[in-house]
């Protein structure tokens, strides 16, 4: 039985989306794993990745990844440090053994595939997002195409998503643009909305399906928030927030065990693997974010695979 073992460490600044990011790559006797994610100070980075993290787990086998995990756990070091790490570490066993890393983590009979809500609208304090309830990503895909073509018309858009003064201004509009498009294209789509609790309180929330804030608040609709609560339906996970892929594990687990569901957040491409593995239903990312691209991808390697709704 052959072994993989890792014999190198290295992180090194990247110019990826028109700003510098951190890639981490694991080189192993057999292959090669990397992650690129955006953090504040690359420099500081490359310095624990290479001078603490590498000397600690060279020499080791990924097979025996959630062991590395673990020591890299115990080093008590920023996660954005040690989660691109740790995701490479999977990546390159999935590399070394010949098959995609949400089959590593999820196993071979994986079927579902997450959704994807991009932000569509922004006044730069909170977001509005379509959940798009679809037999297939490219049924997701067209109702963003359809989307865009009608915001062009009247929003600019930025590197994220399209801008306006006043969100709360806009609600009606897009609720509106949203049931026109469920009507023609005969596919549910759930409007969403994310902003801070303070700015939240007093505004009419009616035409909201999905809401996103800190903590609870009354809300008839779907409730997410940043803590475990007994009046939330959704816990935002943003994976970069913990150690490791396995420490992701038991966060999702635990959260699971408490009857609420997790939601990925953030822009990386590495998460539409860990969602699709972890059977996490909901990805939330900017409009710009390539996850549905990756998503798409995923889902031309699965044997009958369905889109999560809920």
């Not at 603490?52 to 756990?73: M, R």
């Not at 759930?190 to 800190?214: A, H, M, P, R």
């Amino acid at each position: 039985m052959f072994d993989i073992i890792i014999e190198q460490i290295n992180a090194k600044e990247v110019f990826k989306g028109g700003e510098l990011k951190l890639k981490v790559s694991v080189i192993t006797n057999l292959s090669v794993g990397y992650d690129i994610v955006k953090v504040d100070d690359t420099k500081e980075k490359i310095a624990e990745i290479e001078n603490v993290i590498a000397p600690e787990i060279v020499g080791y086998s990924v097979k025996d990844l959630e062991f590395v995990d673990s020591i890299l756990s115990e080093l008590n070091l920023d996660p954005l440090s040690t989660m691109p790490v740790s995701i490479s570490l999977a990546r390159s066993l999935s590399n070394a053994l010949d098959f995609p890393l949400f089959k590593l983590i999820g196993g071979f009979l994986i079927s579902e595939l997450p959704t994807v809500a991009s932000n569509i609208l922004t006044d730069k304090t909170n977001y509005l997002f379509p959940i798009i309830m679809a037999e297939s990503i490219d049924e997701i895909i067209e109702v963003y195409l359809i989307l865009k073509s009608k915001l062009d018309n009247k929003y600019i858009l930025s590197n994220e998503c399209y801008l306006c003064n006043n969100i709360f201004d806009e609600v009606s509009y897009i609720r509106e643009m949203i049931d026109e498009i469920k009507e023609d294209e005969d596919i549910d789509i759930l409007l969403g909305l994310s902003g801070k609790k303070e700015v939240l309180k007093g505004k009419d929330l009616s035409l909201i399906d999905y809401l996103e804030t800190e903590e609870p608040i009354e809300f008839d609709g779907f409730l997410c928030t940043e803590n475990l609560c007994e009046e939330s339906d959704f816990i935002k996970v943003n994976p970069y927030e913990l150690s490791t892929i396995s420490e992701l594990s038991y966060y999702i687990n635990y959260i699971n065990e408490k009857d609420l569901t997790p939601v990925i957040f953030g822009d990386n491409t590495s998460l539409a693997h860990i969602a699709t593995g972890f059977k996490i239903p909901l990805i939330r990312t900017s409009l710009t974010s390539n996850i549905l691209n990756e998503v798409w991808n995923i889902e031309r390697e699965l044997y009958n695979p369905n889109i999560s709704r809920f």
